[in-house]
């Protein structure tokens, strides 16, 4: 009885060792393919955060400005994904095959002003976010907000980030216009938001580009937002991240809500934010064979 | 062979073995059922660990988190504060052994590790430092027992015992206090960090001569309940096995990666079956060899824990700290298991361990998932359990006689 009690013993051992093995090795065969399509992700999407009052369509003007002249082929496709405030996601548009710089846009439903809204709206990009990384795979990417936009993705950055920062690079940011410390002109009043945001600067990502744009219709305003609260956007990222930039536009479309759509922002964009275009092996050539011109 | 039998006899049947073999007896099975808290939630109910991942536990099986909470907090109040376990054994049994009111001295050696480990916390809450906690047993063995000695001494039995306590609790607080404020000024060394920048900046052979040395270290310093510098599981967070992984992402499989001999790829890929020391290998050369039942008794209860790396029960129950039969092959085992697994490494038979693997994956498995399933490096690693059970073998064999002359011994006391 006892030697019988060994082998079924020594049995189930076999038994449960095999099964755990072909397990395993299915897992790790999935697990690396996984990996592997990260990895070798071309796609690096340029995901862009709408202000406040603002629907996912709010970036439609600038996108089209980007991708004027490109030949279709080197199109930006815009992707539009809606939080509501279930948490559900609610997709529209969709990312052209082979298209490695893909622009997604994250609105929300609840789109309303205020700090708390804010960080509920990070919570909820959070989502998408991760929702966006399981579905594409990419291994980078850049981000733009707009107005409120940018202090969703601050907060973002110090409080979510870290969770992806070993597989997924945030390249570059830009905020255009964001209201850094409200509508407060000077730090000598700093918001709570603003405290918080100082306070967890080092949550950071330290290779990141940042640039902080600032419309000013006047000496010290884009109309809605003052000068002096977007550019306190120096206390939160510079020192802290790669590079900090602070770049101020003026002239027509320096209004706040015309900002994104803004011919010099979108040069801006076009020079800073978006990856360097593959030219052509025929039109680098060219090139090379003016500047030889040039020379004689 | 009979030198050191001698001297583990007289060893055993000394009075700090006695103290000792006490206090590893009481907290046995408090560790016992902690490590398999910690097993459970740590494979089956945490999402990025092994059973979970292979069969998607947190996906459905009803109230897992509240059950993972559970877990959590008994393996958090048993392993992860094993040192104060210690402290309250250590001095408790040594009161007992010279003969004075036992309780008081234990919680008299309580009070000294906890003030030892005290931290300053920001909110102001007491706050102790969770590695003095977890790692530091030896530490709280040492204090425990200083404790006891201090009351012995300090309290005469034939008087009015109330009193009395103040001067002896007195100097132990005042000591221990100091003792903490010393800790606080020397600082902790971050040595894991520091073995991956080594990895990633010498030569392979160097890497691989300093990758064994403190593996032998871990081992040894496991030996004596003190967390050594590889003590938990692989990260893959470091810079070396980032690295590796990327390199093999880039080159679609691992046999080109740029570092060869890490921790990851020898030690917790090949020197770690059961925990540290190979002690899946022990279990099984007890079961196998020994006749004494209670050894083989805490074997059977040891091979759950044990299969997902945890040696906690083998650690006290045998025990294995401190015990000089089981040193030799304790750090001889994984030893052999890293050399042999660097010279496969070297010869390109077997390709280095680069892919992430799930926390508490089964030690021979770790291996074969870091590899993405390469057959020789899991028949490799059976082989290599095969070959560490023969190696515990004669000393298992001669503790089964140590155990009988030494039970004589002690009736003879």
Partial sequence: MKKFNKWIWAATGVIISIILIVMSLQWSRNNVDDLMKWHNSKMSPVIMIPGSSATVNRFDTLVKKLNKGKSLKNQHSLLKVRVTNDDKLHVSGQIRQGDNEPIIVVGFENNHDGYSNIKQQARRFNIAFKALTSEYRFNNFKAIGHSNGGLIYTVFLENYYSSYSSKITIKRLMTIGSPYNFNEKSVEH???????????????????????????????????????????????????????????????????????????????????????????????????????ISQN | MNKLLNISIRFYSSKMMLILRDTLKMMFPIMLLGSFAEVIKGAFLTPTGFMATLFKITKWLPYNRDLAWIMGSIFHCTIDMIALYGAFGAAYYTAKVYGRKSAAAGAVGLLSFLIISFQLSDSGMPNFSPRLMSEGMLISLIVGYVCGRIMVKLVDVKKDELFQLIKPVAVVIVLSAIINMILGLVGRLEIPTYVASFVTQHTQINALLYVLGMGLLTNLLSWMAFGGPFTNSPSFGDNASLANMNAALKAGSAWNVPFKFTDTTLYHSFANFGGTGVVLAFIIAILLFSKKVNNRRVSKWSIFPAIFNNNYAMMLGIPILFNPIYLIPFLLAPLVNMILAAGLLALRWIPAAAYPVPAGTPGPLIAFIGTNGNWLALIFGVVLIVLDVLIYMPFVKLADQIIEEAGVADEEI
């Fill in chain 1, 190 to 292: 700093k918001t709570q938001m603003l405290s918080d945001f100082i306070a967890d600067r080092k949550n950071l990502p330290k290779s990141l580009d940042v640039y902080v744009v600032a419309g000013t219709q006047t000496y010290n305003s884009d109309g809605l937002v003052p000068l002096g609260s977007v550019v306190a956007g120096k206390y939160i990222y510079q020192g802290q991240v790669k590079h900090f930039t602070t770049i101020s536009v003026s002239g027509s479309d320096a209004q706040h809500s015309d900002l994104p759509q803004n011919d010099q922002i979108i040069d801006l964009i076009n020079r800073y934010i978006l990856d360097r275009q593959q030219v052509p092996q025929n039109g680098r050539k060219n090139k090379q064979s003016v500047g030889k």
